[in-house]
Structure formats: structure tokens, C-alpha cells
């Protein structure tokens, strides 16, 4: 039935032969279409007119079958016009010849001009033009042949036979894009007095940018070859006067200098290839299928909603070599363009190497230092992405991180992507964070080694063909979440608002660029940390291990495993971290099944288990999910040697610790938001009976030590002990050594080897507890927090209230642990004597508000 009341319309009469064709093209052609109802965008009373992108009997076809099934008008019927009467479509190219195909010089201009003309000849009628997208085979699954993937949708004109056989072998999977419909009395109205011819070029052009913007959304950009890439980077002003600079100073002929450039450019291009692309794709299904047993996407609507008219920059989380092909392949499952990839020269391998670069991968080598010309050639290739609207992939952590948490910003990447986009501010830009977690790792054992000394194996083709042994196991499952996406202008804005005035320079760093990156690298992480994964493992992770001997009983972790699952539901860290809904029983059956714990039966009720490299392997999935219970660990750390505490004592320490935790974990509040945070993790204690609030709220208790809500606080404490336990090895390691002794670099050391004999001495099974890049964040932070500098000598020196941080750990950390890290920690000062003097008094406001203030203070001038 029409959906339009036009009396310039009548029915729809197809030909003969346009009918039987259909019949004999339907068997063979399944069509999806986007959106799922199309016809709610039409306006019922206004005559419809579609614009397809192709000229073609089979679009034809594949157009009037879509809108028949979604109950729109057909495009065969029949528009009466000035001059003619035509049909309800018109296309943009004319296809013509047999095989190879080509485009006609005749384009859409009579159909519009005609369409123009009668608005003009009748002012009371109104034509809705509906662009429709037409894709054959965009994405081959894995039972697709060969074949199928040589005749996928792409770029190409092709020609009718081509056309015949992509339909043929690929026609299951066609997608039909419905665009929202445009106005054309609404488009005269808005002209400002176009001649008619004037107009008509302006809709071609405007409906042909269209196309080219949603087929590059669904099957990626036109690029060229990489050698006409590569001439670009080459011929762009700032390589060649680096060509120049290099010849000069080399004293070399210019042709040798742009032979280098040109090598160094041919290094790093990528040489993307969508036939590639796509057998990769079906190939992958099936090895995903052998090592997972599910990939799962959450919140990839907003993403996609939010990715149109932008340079969309992907920067996951990096924890192993599968990240690369998991996010490419899932995006392109979904129907949205790879990304190119900047990956590590070291994955250039044999082989491997030209398979990546194929599937949109460009090398970047671990340090430009000492080579100018292939910072600059690299710089430039990253400005032609962004300039030419390639979507982009990085890791802004420089490295997979070892320990599960997220590591320390590098923001090379960032700086030139931000740069690139200040010469050419054409699209704007926006950075996608992703959270990648996984239930078991690939690399698992290797990290482990690593962090224990172990040098790192270094990537080889050998090496790959040895890690063939890993498709013997099955990983459990992995999510990809996607946080919520940052703009780049919105941050320009407010750091330079004249920075549209920086212009091409090329080598233009205003004052301004590196707070911006700062700022940005933290927001990234920071998102992607909001967009956890709380799958089986984690809470398994954060149970046991926060036990001495890494069991529990099952009754006691039945419980554990409820009350922080409700905790992380009732107090959500962000609306997109997503939780297991697997109840207690479930996830700890799970993790028998995964082999990540093991029951020990017993006459008094079972103990659940999780032995030795298991149990250090564990410490990975706990640090991946740290950051959700921070909160909850440092309320209850307050109770592991107190049984009471004021509600202002709490909220008072917590703002001491916070900007250390926070920089640690990439927490997502400031101050005020971090206590409102602890506000409402105490009243669900309260309302878990687990705290007990006196004296209208204002004093805490907790039961006696044998007591079930006291053995659950101090499960939940333990999660992060080991970093209060950090800070405290740092700072006893300062005051003992005293002011004037120690460089950064020697406290570094001096810490780690505390760390690593604590840890030997009382079995830690977290490797991560001795990891210097920890200690050298946690050190920044003093210096930022202005409690710690550096004197002429580059020795450092502290401020008093560094001493009253170490006497009011008493509040927190156990006698037996304290002693332990001061009878360790190298240092010249007596011991006993440093932890006898008597601490600050927890309800004081002294040292918690001139720690405060201080942290205010160094947050203001970093953002100022």
C-alpha cells in the first residue's frame, strides 16, 4: 500500500521483465535493512523519490523489494514531471560495461533539475528525497568462500557481470541504508536565489559526500594504494625539508636523503586491503572459536551514535597481543570500519608483518630519539590518516600492562594525533576509550615471569609458531566495553580558545599543547576504567586472595561474593561498568570449571582453593576491577586495628590517601566527589549490618574480630593493603634516610628492594607489590602534592608533615607490619624510635588539612 497521498503520484506499474527478474533474483538475495522500520522517517503526505548511489537493474531490484517489505512506497512508481514522466529513483553514476565497468558522464542532473522544476511549476507540492545505500557482501562470514570475499562490496565501479556474481555468491548478505528523507521544497526555500543549474550541482554534490560518508562508515575509506600514500608523505613540505636538513648535515647527496625517507615512509605505511580485511574476518571466527567461548560487546550503540562526522580514534585498554584483532574484528562483525593500527615495529615480522599491514596495521619504532627525519615522516603519515578521515587505534599505555591495572599515560601518539589535527582542523576528533577484559590470558605466565626478573622473550616468527600450543586452551570469555567518548575541541576550547589561530605550522607547539595531552591521557584512562568488566574471575580474584593462604571456606565466600556484587550494583562506579549476573554458586562453580580454583572437601564444609602460580596468575584479574572497590577497601581498612571510628575520621584520612589512590588507579572523582563516594559506601555497610552508626551517624563500629561482618570488611580491606602498605615503604624510607640523601632514582630502588624482601618473607603472591613504576608514581605525587622536591644537589628533600603521614599510618597498618617495613627499609635512623613517637590524632584536622590543601593548591596551578 502507497504511503503517500500525492495526487501527482499514480500507482506503481512495473515491466514485465522487471517482475519476473525480481522472481528470479529473490531466492538469492537476503535483505537487511537500516533502519529496521524505515518507513517512520517518511512524511505520509509528501511524494517520496529515491536516490541510490549506483545505477543498476539489480539496486533497482534490491530497492523495491526493501520497500515493499517495509511497507513504503515503490520506486517504480510512476513521478509526473515537466517533459517526462519517470520513475520514483535516480542514481548518482551510471554503471556501464560488462565486466570491468565504468561511469557514465551523464550524472543525476536531469533527474534533479527535473525534480526542481516541477516544485517550481506547482509551489503547493513538496518531493522527499530518500538516499539509499546499497551493499552486496560488506562483511563474509566464515563459512563464506574465497570467491566471496574477491566479489564484497567496495570502492569499485564494477560492471554488470561482477554485479551478477557478487549477487550470486554474497547476496544473503545485502544491506539496504535508508537515510532520513530531505525536504526539497525546504532545500528551494533555503537557495538564496540559485539559478536552477546552480542548485542541482549543489544536491548531486551534497547526496554524493553523503554516500561517500556512509560507505566509508560501512565499509571503510577509500585509500589509495600505499605508494600513492607514501608519495604524499614525501612530497609534503615538512618531509622534504627534512630531506634537505639531513643532506646538509650528512653532507650526502639529496637523492640518498630521499631514499632513506622514502624507506622509512614504506616502513611504517600501512596497506590496507578490504579482501584481506575480510578473509581475516572469517578466518578469525574461527580461531575465536577455539580459544573463547563468547566475545561480548556493551554499549557499542552510543559509540557508533556518536562516531558520524568525526575522526573516531580508538585507545583501548592493552593487555595481550589478541587486543589488536579482537577490537578490529568486532567493529567490523558490526559493520563499522577497522581501524589502522599503530603497532610496535617488533610485531613486523616474517610473514605475520605483511598480514597486519594488510588489515590496516602501520610500525612505529619504540624510540624516535636520534633520528629526525623518521620523526618527521612518521608525524606526517599520522597527519594523512587524520586528514583523510581514517579511523585510528593506540594504546596511549605504550605497552601491555603486566599487572592488570592500567598503566602510566604515553602520550607520543596523543601529541602527534593532536598536532596533526591542529594543521588540518577539517573533522573533528574523538577519542573512543575501550575496556578489554578477559577471564584468562594468552601471556598469562610469561607477565608473571616478567615481573619476577625474568627478561622479556622477545617476538618471534619462531616464537609465534611455539605459541600455536595456546589454541589447546579455552580462555573463558572476553567483553569489550566502550566508555563514554571524549571530543578534542571542547578541550581546546578551554584551554586556548583562539587555538583554530595555530594554522598549518607544522611544527607548531603552543605552551598550551602538553596540559592538553595531560589532561586528555588521564580523561582516557580514567573512561576506560569506568567502563569495567566485572566478570567471575575478578570477584573470585578479589575474595581469595585477600586471605592469607588464598582459601576461604565455601559458606564464607557464598557471602563475600554476594555482598560485593550487591555493592557494586547498589553503588555503580559509572552507568556503563557491566557485572557478572551469575549468582554466588554460579561464579564459584565457574571458576572451578576454568581451573582458576580448586575445591578441598572437608566433613565440616568445603574450602575453596587457589594454589600457587594460579594464585599469582589471579593477582592480574583482581587488579583489573581494583579501582571499583577503592572506595569500599579504604572505609574498611579504617577498621582492620580499630574497632571505632568517627564518620569524619574516615572521610578525614580518606582525603590524606585519596590523590595517591587516584593516580594509582585513575579514579574518576575530585576531592568532594571521592567523599560523597565513602558517605554512601558507609551507609551500605550500615545497611548490610556490617557497620553499626552511633550518635546520629557520627561514630562508626564494627563487631568483634570473630564476628562475620568483620571478617568481610577485612576481606575487603586487604584488596588494597598492599598499596597503603607501598605508600607507607616510600615514605618510612624518606624519613629514615632523612632530607638531603636520597635521589628519585635511589628511593626507587630502595623501595623495590623493601617491597621484594617483604614479599619474600611473607609469601605475597601479587608480583605487581614490588613494581618500581609504582613506586616512581606514587613518589610524582608527592612532588606534585608539593610534600616532596628536589634541592640543587638533585637530592630530596620533604616537608615535616611527610614524619606525621608516617606516625598516623598507626591508624591503619598493623604494629607487625609496620615494624617489619621499618626493620627492612635501609635507612639511619633508629627504628623503634621513629614509630614510638606518638601519632596524630586521627580527628585532628593538622596534617590531614595541610595535606589537603596542599593537593588543592598543585591541582589548581596543574589546570591553570
Not at 530518500?130 to 560492471?159: C, H, K, M, Q, T
Not at 581475516?280 to 552510543?302: E, R, V
Not at 624510635?833 to 593548591?857: C, I, K, N, Q
Request: positive net charge; aromatic residues 8%; contains cysteine.
Amino acid at each position: 500500500m502507497s504511503m503517500t497521498s500525492d495526487p501527482h503520484v499514480p500507482r506503481a506499474r512495473s515491466p514485465w521483465w522487471f517482475n519476473l527478474l525480481g522472481r528470479l533474483l529473490e531466492p538469492w538475495v537476503r535483505i537487511k535493512r537500516e533502519p529496521s522500520e524505515p518507513a517512520s522517517l517518511l512524511n505520509s503526505q509528501t511524494a517520496v523519490c529515491y536516490a541510490i548511489e549506483r545505477d543498476g537493474v539489480s539496486d533497482a531490484l534490491i530497492l523495491e523489494r526493501a520497500c515493499r517489505e517495509a511497507g513504503m512506497p515503490s520506486p517504480m512508481q510512476i513521478l509526473n514531471l515537466p517533459g517526462r514522466r519517470r520513475r520514483s529513483v535516480f542514481s548518482l553514476s551510471r554503471r556501464q560495461g560488462w565486466l570491468f565497468g565504468r561511469t557514465d558522464s551523464r550524472g543525476p542532473k536531469e533527474p534533479i533539475g527535473q525534480l526542481i522544476q516541477a516544485l517550481e511549476d506547482a509551489p503547493e507540492r513538496d518531493i522527499q528525497v530518500v538516499p539509499v545505500s546499497i551493499y552486496v557482501g560488506r562483511a563474509p562470514n566464515r563459512e563464506s568462500g574465497w570467491f566471496s570475499v574477491l566479489f564484497a562490496e567496495n570502492w569499485i565501479v564494477v560492471g554488470r557481470f561482477r554485479r551478477m556474481l557478487a549477487l550470486l555468491l554474497n547476496g544473503r548478505d545485502t544491506v539496504v541504508h535508508f537515510s532520513p528523507p530531505v525536504s526539497l521544497r525546504s532545500v528551494l526555500g533555503e537557495s538564496h536565489g540559485l539559478t536552477p543549474e546552480r542548485l542541482t550541482r549543489k544536491i548531486a554534490r551534497v547526496l554524493r559526500t553523503h554516500f561517500r560518508r556512509i560507505r566509508a562508515a560501512v565499509i571503510g575509506p577509500d585509500l589509495s594504494h600505499k605508494r600513492t600514500v607514501v608519495d604524499s608523505v614525501l612530497n609534503a613540505e615538512p618531509v622534504r625539508a627534512a630531506i634537505a636538513a639531513t643532506a646538509a648535515r650528512e653532507n650526502i647527496p639529496l637523492t640518498k636523503a630521499a631514499r632513506r625517507a622514502r624507506d622509512f615512509a614504506l616502513e611504517i605505511a600501512a596497506d590496507y586491503s578490504h579482501p584481506v580485511v575480510r578473509s581475516t574476518s572469517f578466518l578469525l571466527s574461527n580461531f575465536w572459536n577455539k580459544l573463547y567461548d563468547g566475545i561480548a560487546m556493551h554499549h557499542f550503540d552510543k559509540a557508533r551514535a556518536a562516531a558520524p562526522g568525526h575522526e573516531v580514534v580508538y585507545v583501548p585498554c592493552h593487555r595481550s597481543h589478541a587486543d589488536y584483532l579482537l577490537l578490529s574484528y568486532q567493529l567490523h562483525q558490526s559493520g563499522v570500519v577497522p581501524p589502522h593500527i599503530a603497532a610496535g615495529v617488533n610485531l613486523n615480522l616474517p610473514v605475520i608483518g605483511p598480514i597486519l599491514r594488510r588489515g590496516g596495521a602501520f610500525f612505529l619504532r619504540r624510540s624516535f630519539k636520534g633520528n629526525a627525519m623518521y620523526s618527521v615522516v612518521f608525524n606526517e603519515y599520522l597527519a594523512q590518516l587524520v586528514d583523510r578521515g581514517v579511523p585510528l587505534e593506540y594504546f596511549i599505555e605504550g605497552g601491555r600492562s603486566r599487572t592488570g591495572r592500567l598503566l602510566a599515560p604515553r602520550a607520543g601518539m596523543l601529541v602527534m594525533t593532536v598536532r596533526a589535527f591542529l594543521r588540518a582542523p577539517r573533522r573533528p576528533v574523538l577519542f573512543q576509550p575501550v575496556y578489554i577484559g578477559y577471564e584468562k590470558l594468552m601471556e598469562g605466565k610469561s607477565y608473571a615471569g616478567e615481573l619476577s626478573g625474568k627478561p622479556k622473550e622477545k617476538e618471534s616468527l619462531l616464537g609465534l609458531v611455539r605459541g600455536l600450543k595456546v589454541l589447546r586452551q579455552r580462555y573463558g570469555h572476553v567483553t569489550l566495553n566502550f566508555g563514554e567518548p571524549i571530543e578534542l575541541n571542547p578541550l581546546l576550547d578551554a584551554a586556548a580558545p583562539d587555538w583554530r589561530g595555530v594554522g598549518g605550522d607544522p611544527d607548531a607547539k603552543p605552551e598550551w599543547l602538553n596540559s592538553v595531552v595531560d589532561d586528555l591521557a588521564e580523561r582516557i584512562l580514567i573512561n576506560i576504567n569506568r567502563a569495567a568488566d566485572v566478570n567471575p574471575i575478578n570477584l573470585l580474584a578479589l575474595a581469595l586472595l585477600a586471605t592469607p593462604k588464598h582459601a576461604m571456606a565455601e559458606n564464607d565466600l557464598l557471602a563475600q561474593l554476594d555482598l560485593m556484587k550487591a555493592m557494586m550494583v547498589e553503588l555503580p562506579y559509572s552507568d556503563r561498568v557491566t557485572v557478572t549476573p551469575m549468582n554466588p554458586a554460579g561464579i564459584i562453580a565457574y571458576g572451578e570449571q576454568m581451573g582458576w580454583i580448586r575445591r578441598v572437601r572437608h566433613p565440616l564444609g568445603d574450602v575453596l582453593v587457589a594454589e600457587g602460580e594460579q594464585a599469582t596468575l589471579l593477582s592480574y584479574f583482581r587488579n583489573n576491577v581494583l579501582h571499583l572497590n577503592a572506595s569500599a577497601a579504604w572505609v574498611a581498612t579504617c577498621f582492620l586495628n580499630n574497632r571505632r571510628m568517627s564518620r569524619s575520621s574516615v572521610l578525614r584520612l580518606g582525603r590524606i590517601i585519596y590523590p595517591f589512590i587516584q593516580g594509582e588507579l585513575f579514579l574518576p572523582w575530585n576531592d568532594e566527589g571521592f567523599g560523597q563516594q565513602l558517605h554512601e559506601t558507609i551507609d551500605f555497610f550500615v545497611r548490610r549490618g556490617i557497620l553499626e552508626s552511633n550518635g546520629e551517624g557520627r561514630l562508626l563500629e564494627r563487631g568483634p574480630g570473630q564476628d562475620d561482618g568483620a571478617y568481610q570488611l577485612r576481606v575487603i580491606a586487604r584488596s588494597m593493603l598492599q598499596a597503603f602498605e607501598r605508600y607507607y615503604i616510600a615514605i618510612a624510607a624518606l624519613v629514615k634516610n632523612g632530607p638531603h640523601t636520597l635521589t628519585a632514582a635511589e628511593l626507587e630502588n630502595a623501595c623495590t628492594l623493601t617491597a621484594q624482601r617483604l614479599s619474600l618473607l611473607n609469601e605475597l603472591s601479587a608480583p605487581e607489590f614490588f613494581d618500581k613504576a609504582l613506586f616512581r608514581g606514587f613518589i610524582q605525587k608527592l612532588r606534585e602534592a608539593r610534600i616532596v622536591w628536589t634541592d640543587d644537589d638533585g637530592k630530596l628533600d620533604f616537608d615535616a608533615v611527610l614524619e606525621d603521614m608516617v606516625r598516623d599510618a598507626r591508624v591503619i597498618l598493623a604494629r607487625e607490619i609496620r615494624h617489619s617495613i621499618l626493620k627492612i627499609t635501609p635507612g639511619g635512623e633508629n627504628d623503634r624510635d621513629l614509630d614510638a613517637r606518638p601519632p596524630t590524632d586521627p580527628g585532628a584536622t593538622s596534617t590531614s588539612d595541610s595535606l589537603h590543601e596542599r593537593h588543592v593548591a598543585a591541582e589548581r596551578e596543574r589546570h591553570s
